[in-house]
């Protein structure tokens, strides 16, 4: 089983002429809601393709919450730990302009009562899963409560770019970031990323920070994964300790490139949640990570051939479909 453990918004989009400028008003479009939030997307994504997921989170009491509810449920998601508390449901409101570019305010709301008090009250659902996943629009502290206290497999998706502690760090396998993320971490650390167009570089430098694996998205150009070369590879999930490693050389990396599918992009929003919902539901299932990855680009792939987040992620009957086109 899949549990993803973070943030559930109501997606407001509404087009706009222009930004407007400090005291300005401009007129928008109607606002257009659906639901989003990188964990409920991702739960979305991965319950769509037929995983057994659970989603671990918070939502108000109000319209938006009760659509990220529907949504969820709709894809299969277990919500036995989905909690209404006494805040708004998250939002981020999107404007887009003529140019196709966006400004976004987000308001994390319900999100923030994520906290290490609620993840301890939730522990039975996400302490012996499988595989957990976790990104970082809820308090960081909580991320790393769930990080070092999982005895499964932990995939975190750095995003939004954000601080990661150590023991974060050591515990992600994978690290999953797009170019911008991995730019801010190996920045943060002080690291050099290596040349700009040797992402091969960039992945084996983001391994040094300390995760298990690594796999850094390129939108249409695909992932790099980068893992450890480990002798012990067959040990049982159950018994991983985390911190026990030695530093990898980088002679003892294996980084294997793995292709997009080429489509017509259509609307990217969501493309990074779909592969990360969609690896994890691989990963689950006992595939390597190369495997998994190469899922998840087929997932994303279709994703950004139709508008939206959640109503964009295929299901699996879609996936064999577009497979076959
Ligand atoms: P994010 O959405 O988090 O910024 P990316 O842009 O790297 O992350 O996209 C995540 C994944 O989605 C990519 O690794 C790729 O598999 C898929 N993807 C994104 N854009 C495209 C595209 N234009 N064509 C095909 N696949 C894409």
């Given at each position: 089983?899949?549990?993803?453990?973070?943030?559930?918004n109501?997606?407001?989009?509404?087009?706009?002429?222009?930004?407007?400028?400090?005291?300005?008003?401009?007129?928008?479009?109607?606002?257009?809601?659906?639901?989003?939030?990188?964990?409920?997307?991702?739960?979305?994504?991965?319950?769509?393709?037929?995983?057994?997921?659970?989603?671990?989170?918070?939502?108000?009491?109000?319209?938006?919450?009760?659509?990220?509810?529907?949504?969820?449920?709709?894809?299969g998601?277990?919500?036995?730990?989905l909690?209404?508390?006494?805040?708004?449901?998250?939002?981020?409101?999107?404007?887009?302009?003529?140019?196709?570019?966006?400004?976004?305010i987000?308001?994390?709301?319900?999100?923030?009562?994520?906290?290490?008090?609620?993840?301890?009250?939730?522990?039975?659902?996400?302490?012996?899963?499988?595989?957990?996943?976790?990104?970082?629009?809820?308090?960081?502290?909580?991320?790393?409560?769930?990080?070092?206290?999982?005895?499964?497999?932990?995939?975190?998706?750095a995003?939004?770019?954000?601080?990661?502690?150590?023991?974060?760090?050591?515990?992600?396998d994978?690290?999953?970031?797009?170019?911008?993320?991995?730019?801010?971490?190996?920045?943060?650390a002080?690291?050099?990323?290596?040349?700009?167009?040797?992402?091969?570089?960039?992945?084996?430098?983001?391994?040094?920070?300390?995760?298990?694996s690594?796999?850094?998205?390129?939108?249409?150009?695909?992932?790099?994964?980068?893992?450890?070369?480990?002798?012990?590879?067959?040990?049982?999930?159950?018994d991983?300790?985390?911190?026990?490693?030695?530093?990898?050389?980088?002679?003892?990396?294996?980084?294997?490139?793995?292709?997009?599918?080429?489509?017509?992009?259509?609307d990217t929003?969501?493309?990074?949640?779909s592969?990360?919902?969609?690896?994890a539901?691989?990963?689950?299932?006992?595939?390597?990570?190369?495997?998994?990855?190469?899922?998840?680009?087929?997932?994303?792939?279709?994703?950004?051939?139709?508008?939206g987040?959640?109503?964009?992620?295929?299901?699996?009957?879609?996936?064999?479909?577009?497979?076959?086109q």
């Amino acid at each position: 089983q899949v549990v993803v453990v973070g943030s559930a918004n109501a997606d407001l989009v509404l087009d706009i002429d222009h930004r407007p400028a400090p005291g300005e008003t401009v007129i928008g479009s109607d606002v257009v809601t659906t639901p989003g939030g990188k964990g409920a997307n991702q739960a979305v994504a991965a319950g769509k393709v037929g995983g057994a997921v659970a989603f671990v989170g918070c939502v108000g009491d109000d319209d938006h919450g009760a659509l990220l509810r529907d949504s969820l449920s709709s894809a299969g998601v277990d919500l036995t730990d989905l909690r209404t508390v006494d805040a708004p449901t998250g939002t981020a409101t999107i404007m887009v302009t003529p140019d196709g570019e966006n400004s976004i305010i987000v308001s994390p709301g319900a999100n923030r009562h994520v906290t290490p008090a609620m993840l301890e009250e939730t522990r039975s659902s996400w302490g012996a899963a499988p595989v957990v996943v976790l990104q970082l629009e809820i308090p960081v502290e909580s991320v790393a409560v769930v990080a070092t206290g999982a005895r499964g497999r932990v995939v975190v998706n750095a995003a939004p770019a954000a601080r990661l502690g150590s023991a974060v760090l050591a515990a992600a396998d994978p690290l999953v970031v797009n170019e911008s993320e991995a730019a801010f971490l190996l920045e943060d650390a002080g690291a050099a990323a290596g040349p700009a167009d040797d992402t091969g570089a960039t992945a084996r430098a983001l391994l040094r920070l300390g995760p298990r694996s690594v796999v850094l998205t390129l939108g249409a150009a695909g992932a790099v994964v980068a893992e450890t070369r480990r002798a012990d590879a067959d040990r049982p999930s159950d018994d991983v300790r985390v911190g026990d490693e030695v530093p990898p050389a980088d002679d003892a990396a294996e980084v294997v490139r793995v292709p997009a599918l080429r489509v017509e992009a259509v609307d990217t929003t969501g493309a990074g949640d779909s592969f990360v919902g969609a690896l994890a539901v691989e990963l689950a299932a006992g595939a390597t990570l190369e495997r998994a990855v190469r899922l998840a680009t087929r997932v994303a792939a279709v994703a950004v051939t139709r508008r939206g987040a959640q109503t964009s992620f295929p299901t699996l009957e879609e996936l064999e479909r577009a497979a076959t086109q």
